[in-house]
């Protein structure tokens, strides 16, 4: 269980969450890859490899150098893709691909820690235009991801500006605490690889969820807590857990609805003693 409502006259808390297999069931970049296939930016023969690879990652035997790989093969898959072209195939098919692949536990974590006044930041190796957009999905407050260099002409130039990866998170998170406040000794965090054992080792609270056999290991060994989140959920079946807190006008309108259904009813009642009388 989470610690209660935070207090104001402390310093600011944070919950960090890796998400591939943390927040979400798979790879949230190669999810997508049947789509870019459709939206012409890849081939069959991609299509195929980006499977193997998603199969490799959900089997949990994506070691250092093989994430390294897939970093050099996504990279130069995506040389010369149009960006603004990946954001609308992104934002088309967002609620299809990722809604039914999001764990209930951590949308469940994500909510408590707003509720606790904390601020929620995914923190991912995948890209920013993949990453970005799940974040508003899951009502992150910030989002941490990998930067691809882009040209002029709006494409992709294969090459990586930032590699949200291995220690490289925990340097983000420490410059994200130095920002805004963080007090990282009263911070949550949350990932399924031993290659966030950096990022993890940086809060005060590290959770290691659906551990890969490394982290699990390294999670026994410091005591820290072991999760196991295997509910994915889509989020419209959640509601009211993630509904919208009512606006003004809203609350305006169901009252004045209420209001009129209260005044129907004394009609109706009144009518009818007057019609038995």
Request: proline share 4%.
């Amino acid at each position: 269980m989470l610690k209660g409502v935070e207090n104001h006259s402390l310093p600011r808390t944070a919950a960090f969450f890796d998400l591939d297999k943390t927040v979400i069931a798979k790879s949230s970049t190669l999810t997508f890859s049947k789509s870019f296939y459709q939206g012409g930016l890849i081939n069959r023969r991609a299509v195929l490899r980006t499977a193997y690879a998603q199969f490799v990652f959900l089997a949990g035997g994506a070691d250092h150098d093989q994430m390294e790989r897939m970093r050099a093969y996504l990279s130069a898959l995506c040389r010369g893709w149009n960006v603004q072209q990946v954001k609308e195939i992104v934002a088309e098919t967002l609620h299809d691909l990722i809604d039914p692949i999001i764990y209930d536990e951590a949308a469940s974590l994500i909510e408590e820690h707003h509720t606790a006044g904390r601020d929620v930041v995914i923190v991912s190796t995948s890209g920013a235009e993949v990453v970005e957009p799940i974040g508003e999905l899951l009502g992150a407050d910030r989002v941490v991801a990998t930067r691809m260099v882009v040209g002029e002409d709006g494409c992709f130039t294969g090459e990586v500006e930032y590699y949200a990866y291995g220690p490289t998170k925990a340097e983000a998170i420490r410059e994200l605490a130095a920002s805004e406040g963080y007090d990282l000794s009263r911070c949550y965090a949350y990932s399924d690889s031993a290659t966030d054992v950096p990022m993890l080792e940086s809060v005060g609270h590290p959770h290691a969820v659906n551990p890969d056999r490394a982290l699990r290991r390294e999670a026994l060994a410091r005591g820290w807590q072991i999760l196991d989140f295997h509910r994915p959920v889509r989020l419209k079946q959640r509601i009211p857990a993630f509904s919208v807190p009512p606006r003004p006008a809203l609350v305006a309108v169901a009252a004045i609805g209420a209001a009129a259904a209260t005044a129907g009813l004394v009609w109706y009642a009144n009518r009818r003693r007057a019609t038995v009388a």
